[in-house]
C-alpha cells in the first residue's frame, strides 16, 4: 500500500502508469475492436495517408490498414517483451540466489559461466542463436531472454552475498532453519524488490531488442507482424511514406517510454535509501534560512563564539531540531570539550560553523556564528571557503572514509596547502613532509606517497590530524576524532593533540562521548542532550559536581575501569526524538526530580561565572568555577 | 604494470575458450544435418564433401570442436560460401567499417554522458538537471533504428545537411571529408542510447560520491567547489563509471547493427544479419568469435584503466 | 560447579587469495590454539583491540564457521552442529548490530516464532504463550511483536534479539559486543537487563567486548586476546588492576579514565604485526618494553594457577618484571 501511494506521488511514474496500462487495455481488446484484418492486402489501396476513409492511420505498402496492424503488433510485442522479462528475471534470479548463497566453489564455476555469456556483445550471442535456431518471433524471444539472464544473475547474486552475510541469516540458522528454509524466508523476501527493480528498468530494454531483431527481419515472419518488424518493412518507403515509419516507431516509443518511467517510479519507491531521501547531493555550503534577531557576540575574548545557533533538518513536512540554541565558546588556546549521547547535535553543531551541515536537508535557522568577531552564518559562499581549512580546520571521526580514497596523502595535504597559499609544488611538498613528522609519522618522506588504505587507523587519523594543521588555523574542531580506534591508538593520538594545542596556542573544540577523554584533555566541557547545551563549565567542576541530573547520571552510568564488578545505575528510556520536542526540560520524562515547572517554558542555562545549568531542580548548588 | 596487463592477457585466454565453446554449441544446435545446414543452397555433393573434410563433421562433436578451434587458431575462418570468400577477409575488411561508426559513438557517448551526468548531479533539482533528465529519458526509450530513420527523413531529406548514404570508402574511395560526412548521423544515432545510459549512471554515481565524507573533508579543507565536482568527486565516481563503460562499449557494437542497416554502412552487423538471412552459417561463426574476441581485449583494456584510476586494486 | 565450555587447541586460519585451482596465496591465523574453560553461572569477559579475533572465535563457539583445528565440548559433549535442531538449544548468540541482526521484512513475531517452531516443534498456541513469557522477562511489550524492525531503537532491537536467543531456551550465550552499538545510557539498561536474566534463569555467558570498563564490569573471570592468543586470564577484579601481561597492561593504562593524566603509554612500535607475516616467538615483542632475545625465539605459553599470562618476563602486583624483582632481591 506504503508502495502505490508513493509510487503515485511520483507524478512522473504516475503518468508512465497511465499511459502504460492505456497501451496494454488498448492490446488487451484489440480482437474486440471493430478493425480491418491486418493482414488482408489491398494493392489498390497502397500508402493511403492517415485519416483516409475507413483507414484511420492509412495503409501500408501492401494497402493494409496501418491501425489493425498497429494494435495487433502492439499486442505481439508486449506479449514477447513481458515474457522474455519474466524468464530472463526467473532463470537469472535463480542462477543468482544459488551462487550468492552458497558462495565459495559453486559460485565460483557458476560466476565464471556468466562472465564468459557477458564476454559478448549481446547481440553477437542473440545473433548466434537465432542464426541455430533460424529466424522467427519465438525464436527471437528465447535469444533476448537468454542473453539477459546474465544480467540478472550478476544482479542478485551480488545482492545475495551481501543478505547471505548478514547477521539476521546467522540468527536464522541458530533457530534451526535449514537452506532452503533460509533462502525461501530470509533471502527471497528480501530480493524480491531488486528483481522487481531489475524488471522494471529492463523491460523496456528487451521490448526494444526484440523489436530490433524483428526490424532486421530475424523476428516475427510476415504476414505477422509486430512493432518492429513493421518498421523494418516500412523502412524501404521511409522517404516517399514517412507515415508508415511514424506510426510503429512512435508506437514504441510511447511503450517504451512508458515503462521507463514507471520503472523509474518504482525503483524509488521500493528502494529505501531513494526513499528516505538520503541520495541527495549536499550544496557547498548550509542553506541559512536566519528567522528573528541576531545575537551579538558576547564575549570579546573568544575567538570562536557560538550564540543561540538553531540547525534544522527539514524531511519532507518533518522537521528536526537537530541544534536548538547552542551557546559555546573557546578561547585561544583552550581545549574546550562538547559531550553527549548519539543523536544529541554535537556533529550538526561542529558542522554549522563552516556552514559544512548537508543541506538539503539542514537549514542553519537562527543564531550567529562569530569567528574573530565576524558572524559567518550567511556569509558569502566564497569568503566562508576562504577560511575553510585556513583558519578553521576539522578533524573527523573515521578516517578512512574522511580521507580521498584514490589520492595520495601526500597530494592531499599539498592539496590543503596550496588552496590557501600559492606556494610551489615542491614547497608544498616540502612542508606536508614536515607536516608528517611533526605528528610522528614514522618515515614521512616515504609514507607521503601512501593511499590512505596502506596505512593503518591510527596512521590515517595522523594524516587527518597534519592536514588540520597544514595552515596553521585558529581553531580546530575535532569530532570523535579517537573513536573509530583502538584504546592504544586513542590513547597516542590524544596525547599528541594536547601537546600540539600547548605548542601553537591552538583552541581546539572537542568533541566526543567518553568522560574519560573530555577529562583528560579538556579544560571546560558543555555537555548536550537533544540539541541544547544542559551544563557547562570546567571540567573538574563538571565531572566532580555536576548540576544537571541528566550529567550526573550519565556519569554513573558509565562503568569506569577500576570499579570492579556491579550493578550499573541505568537512566530509564530514551534521549527524545528531536523531531518531536515537548515544551520545557527535554530530560523530564527521564528524570527523577522532574515537576510540573520543569515541562512548562523555556528553562534557560544559567551560573555563576564559568558555570552554567539548564535545570530547575540542580543537583548541586554551582560554584563559580575557575579554569 | 606491465605485469599486471600480461596477468590479464592470460587471464582472457579460458574466457576466449569458453566464448569458442559456447558459439560452437549454439552452432550444435542446428537441426538436420550439419553439413546441410552450413551450406544451404550452396549444398552440391563437391561442397558437401569438402566441408565434411576441413571441418570433419563425421567425427563426434568434441573431436569436431577441436578441428574447428585448430583451424581458427591457424587463422583459417572457413570459407563463405555466399561470397565465395575466405571468411576472415569479409570479416576483417566488415569490422573495420564497424570500428569507425562504434568508436566514434563511444567516444560521443563517454564524453556527452559523463558531462551530462555531472552536471546533472551537480545541479541536481536545477532546470540542467531537469532537461538532461528529460533528454536522457528519451535517449534510452527511443529505438536506435526508428531514431536512425528520422535523422535521416530531417536532416538528410528535409534539410539536406548529410548524405544518406552511399559512402565511398568501403570501396576503396573517398577522402576524410566524405567519411566524417557519412559518419555524422550514424555516429550520432549510435551514441544516443549508450550516452543516456552513460549519463544516468554518471548522475546516480555521482550523486553517492558526493555524499562521502571525504567530499566533505574536501570542502572542509577549504577546496574549491568546481575542483571537489570535477576533481574529487568525478575521480572517485569514475571507478564506478568504468566498468559501465566496458559494458556500454559491447551496446554500442550491438547497436551498430541497427545502425548500419539503417544507414548502408558496410559493417560487421549487416554482413551479419545478411549471413543469417543467407543461412551462411561459416559467416556467421567466424563474425561472431572474431568481434566477441575483439571485445574481450577491449575489457581488458578496461580493466587496465581502471587498475590505474584505483590503487586498491592489486596489480 | 562444572565446565559446561571446553575449547582444546581451537585455531582458525583464513586462506587469502583464493584461486579457483591450486593452493592459496597466504593464510591468515585469526585464532591461534586457543584453550578456555567456562564454569556454569560464570560470565567469562574477553577483550581485545579490532581484528584480534574476537568475533571469529565467538562464531567457531556457535557453529557459524567451522574451526581449522581443536575441540570444543559443550557440556561434555564434542560441539555437533549437525543437526541445527539440537544444536540451537544448548548455545546461542546475540548480535553486535541489533538492527541488522533482524530481518527487516519478518515482523517481530516471526522472527521470534523461529527458534520455537524449528527448535522446540511448539504448537500456535503454546509459542504464543512462551512469547509472551519471555516478552515480560525482558521488559518489552507484546504490541511490538507485529512490528518490523526498522521501528525499534537500537536498545529496543537489542532486548529482542537476547529475546530471540532466550526462546531457544539454550544455557549458554555468546554476547558479541552486545551494547557497543548502543548509547551509553541505554547500554546500563541492556547490561542490568543481562545480569538479571542470568540471574533468574542460571545462564553462562561469553561476554566479548572491546571496552575494559564495561568487561569488568559485568565478567567474573576475563580473558585478553592478542593477535588471536588468548595472552592473559583471570579474575575481573584483578585483571586491570595487576596485570601480569604487558599488553594486558598497556591496554589497561591506554583506557582514558576521569583523573588520571594524559600518557602516551606507548613509545616503540604501535602496529600491529602483519597476519600475513606474523613475527617469530611473542607477537607482542615489537611493542613490548620488557622484550629480550627469548621472546624472538620462544611462544610464550599460558602459566600460571588462577591468573595466567603468557609471558616469558610476566609483571608482578607493583608492576616490574618478576625476573627484575627477584634478581634484586
Ligand atoms: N542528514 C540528516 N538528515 C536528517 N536528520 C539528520 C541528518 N544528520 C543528522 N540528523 C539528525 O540530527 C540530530 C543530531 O545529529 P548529530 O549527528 O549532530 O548527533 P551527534 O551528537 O553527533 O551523534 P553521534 O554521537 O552519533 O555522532 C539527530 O537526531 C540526527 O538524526
Ligand atoms: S529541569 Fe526538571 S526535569 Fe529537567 S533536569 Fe532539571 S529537574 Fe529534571
Ligand atoms: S613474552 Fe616477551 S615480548 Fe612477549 S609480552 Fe612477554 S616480555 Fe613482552
Ligand atoms: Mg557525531
Not at chain 1, 37 to 48: E, G, H, K, Q, S
Not at chain 1, 149 to 162: K, L, M, S, W, Y
Not at chain 1, 286 to 305: C, F, H, N, W, Y
Amino acid at each position: 500500500m506504503q508502495f502505490l501511494t508513493l509510487l503515485m506521488r511520483n507524478r512522473l511514474a504516475a503518468a508512465g502508469g497511465i499511459v502504460l496500462s492505456l497501451v496494454v487495455l488498448l492490446a488487451l481488446v484489440t480482437p474486440l475492436l471493430p478493425l480491418a484484418n491486418p493482414d488482408v492486402t489491398d494493392t489498390a489501396n497502397r500508402f493511403l495517408m492517415p485519416g483516409a476513409q475507413g483507414h484511420l492511420l492509412g495503409t501500408d505498402h501492401l494497402g493494409r490498414d496501418l491501425l489493425a496492424r498497429l494494435l495487433h503488433g502492439t499486442r505481439l510485442s508486449l506479449a514477447v517483451g513481458f515474457a522474455a522479462a519474466f524468464f530472463a528475471a526467473f532463470f537469472g534470479a535463480a542462477i543468482g540466489i544459488i551462487a550468492g548463497y552458497f558462495g565459495g566453489r559453486t559460485d565460483n564455476l557458476i560466476m565464471r559461466g556468466v562472465d564468459m555469456l557477458m564476454a559478448f556483445p549481446y547481440i553477437l550471442l542473440a545473433l548466434a542463436i537465432v542464426a541455430a535456431l533460424g529466424p522467427g518471433l519465438t525464436n527471437a524471444l528465447i535469444a533476448v531472454a537468454a542473453v539477459n539472464i546474465p544480467f540478472f544473475a550478476r544482479n542478485i547474486r551480488g545482492v545475495t552475498v551481501g543478505l547471505a552475510h548478514k547477521e539476521f541469516v546467522d540468527a536464522a540458522r541458530l533457530a534451526g532453519l535449514g537452506h532452503t528454509r533460509i533462502i525461501l524466508t530470509e533471502i527471497l523476501p528480501n530480493v524480491i524488490p531488486v528483481i522487481v527493480i531489475a524488471m522494471s528498468t529492463t523491460i523496456g530494454w528487451m521490448i526494444l531488442e526484440t523489436a530490433g531483431l524483428s526490424f532486421l527481419g530475424l523476428g516475427s515472419q510476415p504476414p505477422q507482424a509486430d512493432l518492429g518488424s513493421m518498421l523494418g518493412e516500412a523502412r524501404g518507403a521511409l522517404i516517399t511514406n514517412p507515415h508508415t515509419s511514424i506510426v510503429p516507431g512512435a508506437m514504441i516509443l510511447v511503450i517504451v517510454m512508458g515503462i521507463n518511467l514507471l520503472g523509474d517510479g518504482v525503483r524509488d519507491a521500493l528502494d529505501p535509501r531513494l526513499r528516505s531521501g538520503a541520495l541527495t547531493r549536499p550544496m557547498p555550503a548550509t542553506r541559512v534560512e536566519r528567522k528573528g534577531t541576531i545575537p551579538d557576540q558576547g564575549d570579546g575574548e573568544a575567538v570562536l563564539s557560538l550564540r543561540q545557533l538553531q540547525t534544522q533538518f527539514h524531511v519532507k513536512n518533518r522537521i528536526y531540531k537537530a541544534v536548538g540554541g547552542v551557546d559555546l565558546k573557546v578561547a585561544p588556546g583552550e581545549c574546550l570539550g562538547v559531550i553527549g549521547e548519539s543523536g544529541s547535535g554535537k556533529s550538526v553543531t561542529a558542522l554549522s560553523v563552516m556552514g559544512l551541515v548537508a543541506s538539503p536537508p539542514g537549514v542553519i535557522t537562527g543564531g550567529a556564528v562569530y569567528f574573530q568577531g565576524e558572524d559567518l552564518v550567511g556569509a558569502p559562499y566564497e569568503h566562508l571557503r576562504s577560511l575553510r581549512g585556513d583558519k578553521v580546520a576539522y578533524i573527523f571521526q573515521d578516517p578512512l572514509a574522511t580521507l580521498h580514497p584514490l589520492y595520495k596523502v601526500g597530494d592531499q595535504l599539498i592539496e590543503a596547502i596550496r588552496v590557501h597559499h600559492p606556494v610551489g609544488r615542491s614547497e608544498a611538498r616540502a612542508r606536508a613532509v614536515a607536516l608528517l613528522k611533526q605528528v610522528r609519522i614514522p618515515n614521512a618522506e616515504s609514507r607521503i606517497d601512501s593511499y590512505p588504505h596502506e596505512m593503518s587507523g591510527g596512521m590515517r587519523q595522523r594524516v587527518g590530524i597534519a592536514m588540520a594543521l597544514a595552515n596553521d588555523p585558529e581553531v580546530i574542531i575535532a569530532d570523535e576524532p579517537t573513536t573509530a580506534l583502538d584504546v592504544t591508538v586513542q590513547a597516542q593520538i590524544l596525547s599528541l593533540l594536547d601537546e600540539l594545542r600547548r605548542e601553537r596556542g591552538l583552541a581546539i573544540v572537542f568533541i566526543t562521548h567518553d568522560f574519560g577523554v573530555v577529562a583528560q584533555l579538556c579544560d571546560r566541557v558543555a555537555v548536550m542532550y537533544a540539541g541544547r547545551i544542559v551544563e557547562t563549565g570546567p571540567t573538574e567542576a563538571v565531572l566532580n559536581a555536576p548540576a544537571h541530573p541528566y550529567t550526573s547520571r550519565l556519569i554513573a552510568c558509565v562503568p569506569e575501569l577500576g570499579g570492579g564488578r556491579r550493578r550499573l545505575e541505568a537512566i530509564p528510556g530514551l534521549p527524545p526524538a528531536v523531531d518531536r520536542l515537548e515544551p520545557g526540560c527535554a530530560f523530564a520524562p527521564r528524570c527523577l526530580k522532574a515537576s510540573a515547572a520543569c515541562r512548562e517554558g523555556d528553562i534557560a542555562l544559567e551560573g555563576p561565572g564559568m558555570r552554567a545549568v539548564r535545570c530547575i531542580h540542580p543537583e548541586a548548588e554551582l560554584e563559580e568555577g575557575v579554569a | 604494470m606491465t605485469g599486471y596487463i600480461l596477468k590479464r592477457l592470460l587471464s582472457a585466454v579460458p574466457v576466449l575458450l569458453g566464448i569458442t565453446v559456447i558459439v560452437f554449441l549454439i552452432m550444435a544446435l542446428i537441426p538436420g544435418d550439419p553439413a546441410l545446414a552450413i551450406l544451404g543452397a550452396y549444398a552440391t555433393p563437391e561442397n558437401v564433401a569438402k566441408i565434411n573434410r576441413d571441418l570433419g563433421l563425421d567425427a563426434p562433436l568434441v573431436a569436431r570442436y577441436f578441428i574447428w578451434l585448430g583451424n581458427m587458431l591457424t587463422g583459417d575462418f572457413g570459407t563463405s560460401f555466399s561470397l565465395n570468400r575466405p571468411v576472415i577477409d569479409e570479416v576483417l575488411d566488415r569490422f573495420s567499417a564497424t570500428l569507425l561508426l562504434a568508436g566514434t559513438s563511444f567516444l560521443l557517448c563517454t564524453l556527452l554522458g559523463i558531462a551530462a551526468g555531472v552536471i546533472s548531479a551537480a545541479k541536481q533539482y536545477g532546470w540542467a538537471d531537469k532537461g538532461i533528465t528529460f533528454a536522457v529519458l528519451l535517449g534510452i526509450s527511443i529505438p536506435s533504428f526508428f531514431l536512425g530513420m528520422m535523422m535521416i527523413l530531417i536532416f538528410a531529406v528535409e534539410l539536406r545537411w548529410f548524405p544518406v548514404s552511399g559512402m565511398k570508402m568501403a570501396y576503396g574511395g573517398g577522402g576524410f571529408a566524405d567519411v566524417a560526412n557519412h559518419l555524422v548521423m550514424p555516429a550520432f544515432a549510435l551514441a544516443v542510447v549508450a550516452t543516456g545510459v552513460v549519463a544516468r549512471l554518471s548522475r546516480s554515481a555521482m550523486l553517492e560520491v558526493l555524499r562521502q565524507d571525504f567530499i566533505r573533508t574536501a570542502r572542509a579543507k577549504g577546496v574549491r567547489e568546481g575542483r571537489v565536482v570535477w576533481g574529487h568527486a568525478l575521480r572517485a565516481a569514475m571507478v564506478g563509471i568504468i566498468p559501465v563503460l566496458g559494458i556500454q562499449a559491447g551496446f554500442v557494437l550491438s547497436g551498430a547493427v541497427y545502425i548500419e542497416m539503417v544507414f548502408q554502412w558496410p559493417g560487421v552487423g549487416r554482413m551479419l544479419v545478411d549471413a543469417i538471412l543467407k543461412r551462411d552459417i561459416l559467416l556467421v561463426q567466424g563474425g561472431v568469435v572474431f568481434v566477441a574476441a575483439c571485445y574481450v581485449l577491449f575489457n581488458i583494456a578496461v580493466d587496465v584503466a581502471q587498475s590505474l584510476l584505483d590503487p586498491r586494486i592489486k596489480t | 560447579m562444572s565446565t559446561v565450555l571446553k575449547l582444546d587447541g581451537l585455531t582458525k586460519s583464513f586462506p587469502v587469495g583464493k584461486r579457483l585451482l591450486g593452493k592459496p596465496r597466504g593464510v591468515v591465523h585469526a585464532v591461534q590454539p586457543v584453550d578456555l574453560e567456562v564454569q556454569q553461572g560464570e560470565t567469562l569477559g574477553i577483550v581485545g583491540e579490532s581484528g584480534c579475533g574476537k568475533s571469529t572465535l565467538a562464531r567457531m563457539l556457535v557453529g557459524l564457521l567451522p574451526p581449522t583445528g581443536g575441540s570444543i565440548e559443550i557440556n561434555g559433549a564434542p560441539l555437533d552442529n549437525a543437526d541445527p535442531a539440537e544444536f540451537g538449544k544448548k548455545i546461542q548468540y546475540v548480535f553486535q548490530d541489533p538492527i541488522s541482526s533482524l530481518n527487516p521484512r519478518k515482523t517481530i513475531r516471526q522472527v521470534m516464532e523461529a527458534p520455537l517452531k524449528r527448535l522446540h516443534g511448539m504448537t500456535r498456541a503454546a509459542r504464543d504463550k512462551r512469547i509472551a513469557e519471555i516478552f515480560a522477562s525482558v521488559n518489552l511489550r507484546e504490541e511490538f511483536l507485529e512490528r518490523y524492525p526498522h521501528e525499534f531503537s537500537g536498545g529496543q532491537a537489542q532486548r529482542i534479539g537476547i529475546a530471540r536467543a532466550l526462546a531457544a531456551e539454550a544455557r549458554i550465550l555468546i554476547l558479541d559486543e552486545p551494547v557497543s552499538a548502543l548509547d551509553v545510557s541505554v547500554q546500563a539498561q541492556v547490561l542490568n537487563l543481562l545480569a538479571d536474566l542470568k540471574a533468574e534463569l542460571g545462564l553462562t555467558y561469553l561476554f566479548i567486548s572491546h571496552d575494559l570498563a564495561v568487561v569488568e564490569a559485568v565478567s567474573d573471570r576475563v580473558a585478553v586476546l592478542y593477535f588471536g592468543s588468548v595472552v592473559e586470564v583471570g579474575r575481573a577484579e584483578d585483571i586491570f588492576r595487576a596485570p601480569r601481561h604487558p599488553y594486558t597492561k598497556l591496554l589497561a593504562n591506554s583506557a582514558p579514565v576521569v583523573g588520571r593524566a594524559l600518557t602516551a603509554p606507548e613509545g616503540r612500535e604501535t602496529e600491529l604485526p602483519d597476519p600475513l607475516n606474523p613475527p617469530s616467538g611473542c607477537a607482542f615483542r615489537a611493542r613490548c618494553p620488557h622484550a629480550t632475545e627469548l621472546c624472538a625465539r620462544e611462544v610464550p605459553q599460558l602459566s600460571g594457577e588462577d591468573h595466567r599470562a603468557a609471558c616469558h618476563h610476566p609483571l608482578d602486583q607493583s608492576g616490574a618484571i618478576e625476573t627484575e624483582v627477584s634478581s634484586q632481591g
